[in-house]
């Protein structure tokens, strides 16, 4: 892991350097209407940077979710991102890895997310089977629907996924 990294909460005053962090991270995509949409709204969002020599070098958001349309304890991980000069440095997992830790003390029983299962299958991550997405995925997405289980209440975890207004844009979803 990264020498200094220190992994806490995203405070207001963070809030230029995320941006910053977003376009570098993602130079063709624009992540920034979602993420600041996201940090608009703390009551459903757990938001986590981490900082090296005080510098912010990474982000992740986990963002609460239902189940069919009724409230559950579930998470959508994204967007994550880490400044291209300190990839490969082990700052992604341990953003995941906090982000989950605490989803669990909150007794958040299931976590999607929809990315690379190379990187996230690393994390824990599976080919989501009981949980589906909020927007039918064209096939070539199939294995980077993924989920995971916090908390041993499998029978309560099946059915779509159902995201707040932020993540209601299909666009985010089949790019
Ligand atoms: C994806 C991302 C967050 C990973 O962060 P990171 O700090 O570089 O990742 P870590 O150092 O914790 O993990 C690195 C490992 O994951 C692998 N990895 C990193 N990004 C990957 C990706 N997109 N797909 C597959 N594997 C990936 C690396 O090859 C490396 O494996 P190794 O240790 O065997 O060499 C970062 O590369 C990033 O910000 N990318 C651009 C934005 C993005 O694609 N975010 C969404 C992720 S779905």
């Known amino acids: 892991m990264a020498k200094g990294l220190r992994i ?14 977003y376009p570098e991270a993602f130079p063709d995509e624009d992540l920034l209407p979602l993420v600041r949409d996201l940090l608009a709204d703390e009551a459903i969002t757990t938001s986590l940077v981490g900082v090296i020599d005080s510098q912010i070098v990474g982000h992740v958001i986990f963002t609460k979710c239902g189940l ?13 991102a ?3 000069a300190r990839h490969g440095q082990g700052i992604g997992s341990a953003l995941v890895r906090a982000g989950l830790q605490r989803l669990k003390d909150n007794s958040v029983s299931i976590v ?26 064209p096939p070539e997405y199939d294995a980077a629907w993924q989920s995971q289980e916090l908390n ?8 779509e996924l159902s995201i707040p207004k932020q993540w209601q844009q299909p666009s985010l979803w089949i790019s």
Do not use: H, K, Q
Request: a negative charge.
């Open 112 to 137: 999607c997310v929809l990315g690379d299962p190379a990187f996230y299958g690393r994390l824990g991550f599976l080919l989501a089977t009981s949980v589906w997405p909020p927007y039918r995925l």
């Open 82 to 84: 880490v400044t291209p």
């Open 8 to 21: 806490r909460d995203s405070l207001s005053a963070d809030l230029a350097a995320i941006e910053s962090l």
């Open 68 to 80: 069919n349309g009724e409230p559950a304890n579930a998470s959508l991980l994204g967007p994550l």
């Open 152 to 159: 041993d209440t499998a029978l309560a975890n099946s059915g």
